[in-house]
């Protein structure tokens, strides 16, 4: 028995080594990476579940110009990578996968995809099955109610991406860092929201950058079908939309092209109440 577990221990130890040499190895090799098959980006919109139960430490990853999901997970035997204009399951060699120091994943130029079958979508979910094992990837539930910007980011590698690769306009954010008078930024948002993906990190940047206390920022998510009744109390009818507040009196939104530079807007807003303020002293 001692001899069966010290094989299992190598065995394993051997695996979580190849998981972690994989970018060495590439640059070893000088095997470049993929042309098209690169830049994988982490999401977090889904759960991997494999027979009935959930991997919470799978990572999921997406490119957009193929496109194509990647799965990297020790659930499963080897990388799978799955085709949404095919619909087909292709698995690839671990030591072809490369972890860049972004944050995001590459296929090598010479990396083998070799067929597994065919996925089935039902709704939002994806599954297929995987050398007998019943695979799933289930939409995770939306973040609902107030949050905060580390819920979002927390929720969402991509709000994270998305925050650190926006530069705000400089004047802009000097401007808000002066503020005295107190302001509340409440961003309704759906986690499920394309739109929102794109835009309310960089208001999440914008936050990071500001740190003034007298600018509150709130993020209200919303379900799909909007039926919540802060929403229908603030008339929102898209997502993402930023209302300004001062005093408990609405003074603004960030709504459309306003989105490109949020941090502009909101000063330009803010700027239009000094005159009112200054009339009413």
């Known amino acids: 028995m001692k001899h069966k577990r010290s094989a299992v221990v190598i065995a394993v130890a051997a695996v979580t080594l190849a998981l972690l040499a994989v970018p060495s190895v590439a640059r070893a090799q000088g095997v470049p990476s993929d042309s098209l098959l ?46 949404p204009r095919a619909g087909s399951v292709e698995t690839v060699n ?5 972890k860049q120091k972004d944050g995001s994943v590459d296929l090598l130029a010479d990396a083998v995809l070799a067929p597994a079958g065919q996925f089935k979508t039902e709704g939002e979910k994806v599954s297929f099955t995987y050398q007998g094992k019943q695979v799933r990837l289930d939409p995770k539930p939306a973040l609902l109610g107030v949050k905060t910007n580390a819920d979002l980011k927390a929720y969402l590698p991509d709000y994270v991406r998305g925050a650190r690769m926006y530069t705000p306009n400089s004047a802009a954010i000097a401007d808000l860092k002066k503020k005295s008078t107190p302001v509340t930024v409440r961003v309704f948002f759906g986690s ?11 208001l999440l940047r914008v936050e990071d950058e500001v740190k003034n206390p007298k600018i509150k920022f709130e993020y209200f998510g919303l379900p799909r079908d909007f039926n919540d009744p802060e929403a229908k109390k603030a008339g929102i009818r898209s997502v993402p939309t930023g209302i300004v507040y001062i005093g408990g ?14 941090e502009v807007l909101l000063n330009k807003i803010l700027a239009l109440q000094a005159p009112q303020a200054a009339k009413g002293k």
């Open 192 to 202: 499920w929201c394309p739109h929102c993906r794109q835009h309310v990190p960089m």
């Open 94 to 98: 671990l030591m072809k996968v490369a």
């Open 38 to 83: 690169r830049g994988f980006q982490p999401i977090g919109e889904y759960t991997l579940v494999v027979d009935g139960k959930p991997v919470p430490a799978a990572e999921i990853y997406q490119n957009d110009r193929v496109p194509a999901i990647l799965i990297l997970t020790s659930a499963l035997s080897s990388p799978v990578m799955l085709t």
């Open 249 to 262: 009196r609405e003074v603004g939104r960030i709504i459309s092209e306003g989105w490109n530079a949020p």
